[in-house]
Every structure is written in C-alpha cells, then in structure tokens.
C-alpha cells in the first residue's frame, strides 16, 4: 500500500498534521490495514510548550505517525502562521469515534491508563453504547511495569488507548510500540476521566466557543500550574510571528 504524504505545520518546532476527523479516521484505518506500528500524539498548547525544554518530548511528537491538532490554542496559532488547521480533534472525541468505527468494522481496543478502575468502567460505557465493539483489555498499569508489555501483546488489539497523560503515555508508546506491535497506539490523557464520568465535561456551547480549558479549571483548580502554559504558548508564538514578519 503506497504511503501519502500528510500535509502538516510546525508551531514552535513540533509537528501538527492538517487534517480533520474524517481524514483522521481513514488514516487510522490505512494504519490498521497495514498491520504496522503507528504512534498518534494528541497535540495542545501544554504539549508544545513542554517540548521547548522537553528535546525528548519533542522527538516523541515530531516523530509520531500523526498529530492530531487537540486544542484551540494550536487551531488559532495556525491561522496567524497562514496555514489554518482544520478542525480540533481532541483525544476524548477520538476514543469516542474509534470505538464507533472499531464497532462497525470488527477492531478491538484495549484500554489502558486512568486511575483504578477508570479504563474498565470507560470500556464498559463504550461497550454499552457500541455492543459491537471488541474490548481486548482494560487496565491501569503504571508505565514503569514491563508486565505490562506481554499482558497487552497476547490480546492482540489492533487500537491502544493509553490514559497516563502527556509526556509519559506518549513517551512510553514511543518506546514500547514495536514491542508491542499493536497498528495504532494513541495518548489520550484524561479522556477516559470524561467518558466514565469521573470528569464533567464541559457544555458543547462552551467547547464551540474555544473554552473547554477553562471550564475544567474551574472543575479542576489544581490544574492551575498546568494552564500557566496558555499565555506562555501565546508569548512565544506572537514572538515566532513576529521574527518571521520581519524577516
């Protein structure tokens, strides 16, 4: 199968794919099909601003198969960089559409990361809403169990979800994913927190209007030190902007 290139942009150096959900979908089933390795990162504006200091972090992104663009911040960079992204794919709505479309088409999931029980329920309520999806596993896990790696491979998944959180899930993917040998291997942070209902997410108009993040501030105020990354993201890509203009 012949590979096409996926058109992308970078902002402050790490790699954003343009591509909308649908676009998202029919790559990920190219991937599965191929019965390959593949690394799908869920890029925000905390991921980019981790990568400046972060070079780890920022292989990990640069080098995975896809980047889906997950955050109003990355959407309103790309269109003052004049290469507008096309629509947010976040990691919550990801898991929620591949599982309508592992349904449909016979793929199984397995489902790892979250706090104690949080991938089983979240597997469940997905199970219930698509009975026809396969669920190869749930699990917590932690990264550092090696445990881990042959209790996965012997389900055999053709998706993995991976809930610890941006950089470990991601990195751990990165390390492990030929080992593992699974096609598709996403980091979706806290989607299975939404999906199980640990979490409330937030209202739809408020999601629409590009305020998902502070709805969940205020849900989640120790998450404080996590959106400082927000104005730094704007500073630097404002600056970024800037140098090229007067360039």
């Known amino acids: 199968m012949k590979s096409q290139r996926i058109d992308e942009i970078?902002?402050?150096?790490?790699?954003?794919n343009l591509i909308d959900f649908q676009e998202t979908l029919d790559i990920i089933e190219r991937f599965i099909q191929k019965n390959k390795p593949h690394q799908i990162v869920t890029v925000n504006p905390e991921f980019i601003i981790a990568a400046q200091k972060d070079e780890e972090s920022r292989r990990v992104l640069n080098?995975?198969?896809l980047a889906?663009?997950?955050g109003i911040g990355v959407i309103w960079a790309s269109k003052l960089f004049k290469k507008p992204l096309k629509e947010r794919v976040t990691g919550v709505?990801?898991?929620?559409?591949l599982a309508e479309l592992a349904s449909k088409k016979g793929y199984s999931v397995y489902f790892l990361g979250g706090e104690e029980g949080v991938a089983r329920k979240a597997s469940q309520i997905l199970k219930a809403r698509y009975p026809r999806l396969r669920v190869a596993g749930y699990k917590a896990g932690?990264?550092?169990?090696l445990d881990l790696i042959p209790q996965i491979k012997k389900t055999k998944p053709d998706i993995l979800f991976v809930?610890?959180?941006f950089p470990k899930q991601d990195k751990w993917i990165a390390k492990y994913k030929a080992r593992l040998g699974i096609p598709v291997c996403i980091g979706v942070g806290?989607?299975?927190d939404f999906i199980s209902k640990k979490v409330p997410r937030a209202p739809v108009w408020l999601q629409n209007l590009g305020l998902e993040w502070l709805y969940r501030l205020i849900k989640q105020p120790w998450r404080i030190k996590r959106q400082l990354a927000l104005p730094k993201f704007?500073?630097?890509v404002f600056r970024e902007y800037l140098t090229k203009k007067d360039a």
């Open 10 to 16: 970078k902002i402050l150096g790490v790699k954003v």
């Open 68 to 70: 889906v663009p997950d």
């Open 142 to 145: 932690r990264p550092y169990d």
């Open 163 to 165: 809930a610890w959180g």
């Open 63 to 65: 080098q995975a198969a």
């Open 93 to 97: 709505d990801l898991v929620e559409r």
């Open 234 to 236: 704007v500073y630097l």
């Open 190 to 192: 806290g989607a299975f």
